[in-house]
């Protein structure tokens, strides 16, 4: 069970930024798909971005630009740097892994870190 663990959260001024972190033991060496998702509150989970161990990456119009994905892959973990970040990018952040080992197309989420962009 390649089941991801999110670090990294916090409290963030509009304009900061912050590094996710999303930690996923096996990721690399099952080949799976990483990807990023956000719920604000009273919203729906929308995604942000994925990468592949391959080094595909892919991202949601509204970051595009702002956040970069990248991974270690070693560590079998994966970062998302969130720069200028604006008070709509408030949500609770999860990773999910999926792929044919890595839980299918339902995958492996994590328990979500808490992103909140405030003055």
């Known amino acids: 069970r390649v089941q991801p663990v999110e670090s990294g959260g916090g409290l963030v001024q509009p304009g900061g930024s912050l590094r996710l972190s999303c930690t996923a033991p096996g990721f690399t060496s099952n080949s799976c798909v990483m990807d990023w998702y956000r719920q604000a509150a009273g919203k729906q989970r929308e995604w942000v971005s994925s990468?592949?161990?391959?080094?595909?990456?892919s991202y949601a119009d509204s970051v595009k630009g702002r956040f970069t994905i990248s991974k270690d892959s070693p560590k079998d973990t994966v970062y998302l740097q969130m720069n200028s970040l604006k008070p709509e990018d408030t949500a609770m952040y999860s990773c999910?892994?999926?792929?044919?080992?890595?839980?299918?197309?339902?995958?492996?989420w994590g328990q979500g870190t808490q992103v909140t962009v405030s003055s």
């Open positions: 990468i592949s161990t391959a080094g595909g990456t």
């Open positions: 999910k892994t999926w792929g044919f080992y890595c839980g299918g197309g339902n995958g492996y």
